[in-house]
């Protein structure tokens, strides 16, 4: 079963904008990962946070998690036609140190 | 530097017939192997994990396998392959703790 959760499903914006993209999940997890996938490729990772943390940052991208709420949020700051592509969040879960869960993604259009 | 390989890029095969695809991990050893498969315009399924030589985890009850026969091979096979084993397959490899995934390029995989 499908560990994460993202909305929206779908996401399309102007070039310049900010994207954000959430993810929801079910139980304790260790960590929580966002990927970016282009079409018909293989998946990169962006940015890990523990679970113990509560923002973390890369470049233009922002990470925040909430483990009360169990959720979590990926913003793309100032985003430019190339951020096109479906961003997954992926879940280790606290008694596993190996299955890593991705949910169902989102597919963010960043119109030039 | 490690790196991932994975082939065939592309297939195509018939009902009941078999099924194997191989990947390989080089640059390091012990990783973590894991094969996902996705479904078009779908999140990534987890179907077969191993953290060690000979050692296999199956996650969804299916008309697959896989087996590791190196420390760095990952192999996924079936013996007569279905309609609904149609998708793109993803292996992946992780160290300890799968901190981060790092992903081979996929195979796509459509049974006719």
């Known amino acids: 079963s499908q560990q994460g959760e993202e909305d929206p499903q779908a996401l399309s914006i102007q070039e310049g904008e900010n994207a954000t993209m959430n993810c929801s999940y079910k139980t304790s997890i260790n960590n929580l990962q966002w990927y970016r996938q282009n079409s018909g490729r293989g998946l990169v990772h962006l940015i890990l946070i523990r679970s113990n943390e509560r923002e973390k940052h890369s470049g233009r991208l922002r990470v925040t998690l909430d483990t009360s709420k169990k959720s979590s949020s990926l913003l793309i700051t100032a985003s430019r036609a190339a951020d096109t592509a479906s961003y997954f969040c992926a879940t280790l879960r606290e008694d596993s140190s190996y299955k890593l869960i991705f949910g169902s993604g989102t597919r963010l259009l960043v119109r030039p | 530097s490690q790196t991932i390989h994975q082939w065939p890029a592309t297939l195509v095969q018939p009902v009941g017939s078999p099924l194997s695809l191989e990947c390989t991990v080089e640059g390091t050893s012990n990783p973590n192997l894991y094969w996902y498969r996705q479904a078009a315009g779908r999140g990534l399924q987890l179907l077969f994990y191993?953290?060690?030589?000979?050692?296999i985890s199956s996650e969804v009850p299916q008309n697959l396998s896989a087996s590791r026969p190196q420390d760095r091979q990952f192999i996924l096979s079936s013996k007569k392959l279905l309609l609904s084993d149609s998708g793109f397959y993803l292996c992946?490899?992780?160290?300890?703790?799968?901190?981060?995934?790092?992903f081979g390029s996929g195979t796509q995989l459509s049974v006719l």
């Open positions: 992946a490899w992780t160290g300890p703790r799968a901190k981060k995934l790092f």
């Open positions: 191993s953290v060690g030589i000979g050692q």
